[in-house]
């Protein structure tokens, strides 16, 4: 008996130091607190001195760890906690149980990692000297974002793609397709799904059709959709706004100058000539035609007439005079009416220098009063006086503004059709 104990006493001593983890993965939702619990046993009590250090692993080989906290049992106990887990994290080390507990505060992905306790005791360098426990933050996946890549067009390759920006555990993603009639169906032929992203190849108008993604791990699930139409390549949609846009310009533009058209039309069926509208114009010029025409030689006619002339006694064509004889008496009548029209310029001269006249007479008054408004006297007798002589010369002012418009707008009265009143006394003077 006493031999068996010596034997399991000698190979305690010869395992050496042994630290272990009673939890290999510990899970909580972010937020939480968690206590991480690390035990260790020396091969000899006899030392007093004993380390205690937590640190976190890096995920790549090669960087390295990140301390956490570290327990000293001599001189005195002490704790030194890193600054970056200051006010967050704890640590609390019994070397009577031979046990050690990282305590965390408002867990935080950032503790989403593997942590390590490692032990040193001086002379008991031998065994186990450190242990790993896994720390998973859990973190519901945040709404997935749908999107598409490629063109949506017959025979074209394109790719849906889903992801959550966050989700811990990693989140899984599934897609999942819907008819234009809202049932559910199968993917396209040659279709392939991985890691949130769907293939799909050769596409058609039968791809069209409504697609979910679902975004789950063990906290929830989220979810995205997204509207798949496939047109021919001259049936997207940016081209079709350009041609509807284009066709309205168009037909704009076409209003446009169809109204201006018209503006123009009837602003010359109003314009006035110096014998009257256009219609009596046109009246006139035929009816001067018709005079000169009908004032023809009684005479009967030879066969020499159909050829402007008469015959000569040995055959010969004698010239027609007669054609000067109508461009002379269109040149009178063209000349009477100048010497009418100009019968009419000395009342337009007169008419200018009345208007004239008025306005030195006005502009007379005008100084007139200006200068008797300087007197002090005379202003503290009518203090209004002044306001309505202003007004009486804005009124002025706007009609001559208005006289001169409507006088740039209309023709020279020399051009147009004399007054008949004025052409009946013309007549009695005659």
């Known amino acids: 008996m006493f031999g068996g104990c010596l034997i399991l006493a000698l190979v305690s001593a010869a395992a050496g130091l042994q630290v272990t983890t009673p939890k290999p993965l510990y899970e909580v939702a972010r937020g939480d607190n968690v206590t991480l619990v690390c035990n260790f046993k020396p091969a000899k009590d006899q030392n007093p001195f004993v380390m205690v250090s937590w640190s976190i692993l890096p995920e790549t080989v090669g960087e390295k760890t990140s301390p956490v906290a570290t327990y000293f049992s001599l001189p005195e106990e002490t704790v030194d906690i890193t600054p970056e887990f200051e006010n967050r994290i704890s640590m609390r080390t019994n070397l009577v149980s031979k046990t050690s507990e990282l305590v965390i505060t408002g867990v935080t992905m950032l503790e989403n990692k593997v942590f390590e306790c490692d032990v040193k005791i001086p002379g008991d360098d031998t065994g186990v000297l450190a242990a790993t426990t896994q720390l998973v933050v859990l973190v519901a996946p945040s709404k997935p974002i749908c999107k598409v890549e490629g063109k949506t067009e017959y025979g074209q390759d394109i790719t849906l793609s889903c992801m959550s920006k966050e989700g811990s555990p990693v989140p899984t993603y599934t897609w999942k397709r819907f008819s234009v009639q809202n049932q559910p169906a199968p993917f396209p032929p040659k279709a392939t799904e991985a890691k949130g992203l769907l293939s799909l190849f050769n596409v058609s108008m039968e791809t069209s059709g409504f697609y979910v993604c679902t975004s789950a791990n063990k906290i929830r699930s989220a979810s995205c959709n997204m509207t798949l139409s496939v ?6 949609i940016g081209s079709t706004a350009g041609i509807i846009g284009g066709c309205v310009a168009a037909l704009l533009l076409l209003a446009i100058i169809v109204y201006c058209c018209c503006c123009r039309k009837k602003k010359n069926e109003d314009k006035e000539y110096p014998m009257g509208t256009a219609e009596e114009a046109a009246y006139h010029e035929g009816e001067l035609l018709k005079s000169e025409g009908g004032n023809q030689d009684d005479r009967p006619k030879s066969p020499g007439d159909s050829m402007g002339g008469d015959r000569s006694p040995r055959g010969g064509i004698v010239p027609d005079d007669r054609s000067e004889v109508r461009s002379e008496r269109s040149y009178d009548r063209r000349n009477d009416y100048d010497d009418r029209r100009e019968k009419y ?12 006249d008025r306005r030195d007479d006005y502009d007379d008054r005008r100084d007139r009063y200006d200068r008797r408004d300087r007197d ?4 503290d007798r009518d203090p209004d006086r002044r306001e309505r002589y202003d007004d009486r010369r804005d009124d002025y002012d ?14 020279d009265r020399r051009d147009r059709e004399p007054d008949p009143r004025d052409r009946e006394s013309d007549r009695r003077d005659d």
């Open 231 to 236: 047109l021919p390549p001259s049936m997207n």
């Open 345 to 356: 310029d000395p009342r337009d001269d007169d008419r200018r220098d009345r208007r004239d």
């Open 376 to 379: 002090p006297d005379r202003r």
């Open 398 to 411: 706007d009609r001559r503004d208005r006289y001169a418009d409507r006088r740039d707008r209309e023709p």
